[in-house]
């Protein structure tokens, strides 16, 4: 009897569960000539991972709307939900689940994890019969190379031999970084104070916080929020609609007291409300690869120089033939993107001039660096003088949020820096931009504001923070913002340099940031074993002048092999998402997204092709 080809993929979020999807369509298509042994493994939840785990409160929103996101590399055709054809997370709240908010409204991350393990069990009930998938819910604590492919050392005890192995272990705990530390240390020496480490909020104590606390928050991401919602929302508390539109915020009394910053003093910013039609895909027509490419000042790029004012170019370029269309139609705002394109060479045209002679004169420029750092290098006489313009600032972005980005040349100019990271990818992924433009041009500078912009939540989220600010439950420290121990008080200390008499004591701090990853810092189990075996190494991009330890696992090209500590490619191995990050860029992204396939889908097909191939020859 033939013996069945194994392949594990370790790590059954979106990632994994994406890798699954395209090995059962895979083998649907092209049937193997042996039988096959799928195995998911998750230490968590099988199915959707630890950060879509389907307990946890359901006041953890996901930051995309439910219509652009999906499980399945192909839309529902008719038949039954299987791998290469079935529903977006929208289309399958609105069928099975009450409370579906439309396509353009947002989904618990609790719900999207019941949607994943939706797509799973379709998976499973659609592979042909030479197929198996089995569900193991433990954890991979070893890796190592065997005569035929590798051995997986389960916690359970129970050794698994695989021919294939792909690694989607998503976000890791890394170890508590130093200025932590020694807060964690400080709060040792003193009862009464904690430390909360950074964490998935969802897994974070956060029940533990007593209502009244003083708590300081570190952190004004995505993270924050979810910390927001759960000490608002989920303590009973409720907000409503004012008379003069704004939310009123109505406590419960089971509250803490949150001080909140960042090192921009600036929230995410809200999203802007979808208004594109479905399937929508916007093409670049000034940044593109190619384009870099052919004006590059070098062979190895350098983003503030080769990148950046090409990508900013086709931001201006939309934001000015969006306010145009608004203006004066659809054919005036094709007219100036016509001209923009006749116009691109060697340097590029001066986007604003143009805009000018089509009638966009009037027309505020777009400063990116202002708008994701609009504190930078200020100071605040007084706590009361930053609220007043941070309110002033974020009602103001909500306005525009709420436009949408069809109607707001703003949203619709912010978006293609969304629309156009698979061309950043391709500008820097695996090295090619030169070492100190990598750790400082893109990776210290570009990647943080950003994310500020584009990255940010749902508008009603920074409503309600706005409603908290009103009542007193939050206040955002400013931009620089520290944390200290206080041995004069015995209690932490909150405070932004940049805005005089800021300094709050707090008895509890919460790390909201997201960690960071490192493979040298990541202490699974797992990883530790894979770095010791010289299985996995750090991605080090070098060049004659300098040294950039990026922290990401070295991979190949598509189809995404480690690289060992020998420089050698470990072809029955693959790795895909976070893991790799800096060797590859953005890969915390959960979903595939409707429509034509995306880097998401591609890369999980590039594993599949060449984890099934020795199964498709006889």
Partial sequence: MTRPWRIAVVGSGPRGLMVTERLAARLAQEPAHRPVELYVIDEVEVGCGRIYRT??????????????????????????????????????????????????????????????????????????????????HDSVLDL????????????GGTPLDVDRAVLTTGHCRPPVDA??????????RHPGLRCISGDSPAEMPLDTVPAGAAVGVLGLGLSFFDVMAAFTTGRGGLFTEGA????????????????????????????????????????????????????????????????????????ECVYY?????????????????DEVVSLDGATLPDIRAVAGRHGAADLAPIDLEALGRPFAGRTFDDPKEFDGELAGLLRGAVAEAERGNVDSPLMAALDIIRDTRWVVR???????????????????AFVPASSVLVAGPPPVRIRQLLALMDCGLLRVAGPETRVEGDSASGRFRIFSPRVVGSSTPVDIVIDAR????????????LTANLRARG????????????????????????????????????????????????????????????????????????IAEHALAETTTS
Avoid at 292 to 298: N, P
Avoid at 321 to 337: K, N, V
Wanted: with cysteine; aromatic share 10%.
């Fill in 55 to 136: 307990d946890q409160p359901e006041w953890f929103l996901m930051n995309t709307p439910v219509g652009l996101i999906t499980a399945f590399s192909g839309a529902s055709d008719g038949g039954p939900a299987r791998a290469g054809a079935g529903p977006s997370l929208g289309q399958w709240w609105h069928a099975h689940l009450p409370g579906h908010p439309g396509p353009d409204g947002y989904a618990p991350r609790a719900v999207y994890g019941r949607y994943l393990r939706f797509a799973l069990d379709a998976i499973e009930s659609g592979l042909p019969s030479h197929v198996r998938l089995t569900r193991v």
């Fill in 244 to 315: 003069d539109g704004e939310l009123v915020y109505h406590p419960s009394g089971a509250e803490p007291v949150m001080v909140a910053g960042s090192r921009s003093g600036l929230p995410l910013m809200a999203k802007g409300d979808n208004r594109r039609p479905s399937g929508f895909a916007y093409r670049p027509v000034l940044f593109t690869s190619e384009l870099v490419r052919r004006h590059a000042s070098g062979p190895t790029l350098d983003f503030a120089t080769d990148v950046l004012p090409r990508l900013t170019a086709e931001i």
């Fill in 321 to 337: 033939a969006t306010a145009l269309r608004r203006a004066h139609g659809e054919r005036a705002a094709a007219a100036f993107t």
């Fill in 426 to 444: 391709e500008c820097v992924d695996f090295g090619r931009l030169n070492p100190a433009s990598h750790r400082d041009d893109f990776l210290g």
């Fill in 144 to 155: 190592e190379p065997t005569a035929n492919g590798h051995r997986l050392t389960l916690a």
């Fill in 514 to 525: 997201v960690p960071v990853p490192d493979l040298g810092r990541d202490p699974a189990p």
């Fill in 179 to 188: 200025p932590l530390r020694d807060l964690a240390e400080f709060a040792a």
């Fill in 535 to 606: 299985l996995w190494t750090e991605f080090v991009n070098q060049d004659a002048d300098d040294r950039f330890e990026t922290g990401g696992v070295a991979v190949t090209t598509a189809p995404f092999h480690p690289v060992d500590r020998d420089g050698r490619p470990g072809t029955g191995l693959y790795v895909l998402g976070v893991p790799t990050e800096n060797t590859r860029w953005f890969t915390q992204v959960g979903f595939a997204r409707p429509g034509p396939w995306g880097d998401f889908v591609r890369d999980a097909d590039a």
